[in-house]
């Protein structure tokens, strides 16, 4: 059974960074792309970013380009985002997120699986 949880959300001030993480456990992690999603109040989940299994490739929405950065780790299982220059915009839901299979390509819709979320704040 694949579990994702999620850690590292908390309150920042406008300009401030976080560093989220996400531990897999249920399966060969270093084979499945990983990716981060999130829910602002009152709108749909929306993709952020996403990583190959070898860490090799990297996509992120517009929005967050150039200021976050998604990375993983392999021998500990572990993804993480790292959030800089953060706007009250990024307010949000963060969601660590996989697929049901390997795959070669970086999807931007979310797979099967689900962290419970964490919550980033940012205020102005």
Known sequence: ?????????????????????????????????????RRAPGKEREFVASISGSGSRTDYADSVKGRFTISRDNAKNTVYLQMASLEPEDTAVYYCNTQRFPSGSLPRVGGVYWGQGTQVTVSS
């Open 1 to 37: 059974q694949v579990q994702l949880v999620e850690s590292g959300g908390g309150l920042v001030q406008a300009g401030g960074s976080l560093r989220l993480s996400c531990v897999a456990s249920g399966r060969t992690f270093s084979i499945y792309s990983m990716g981060w999603f």
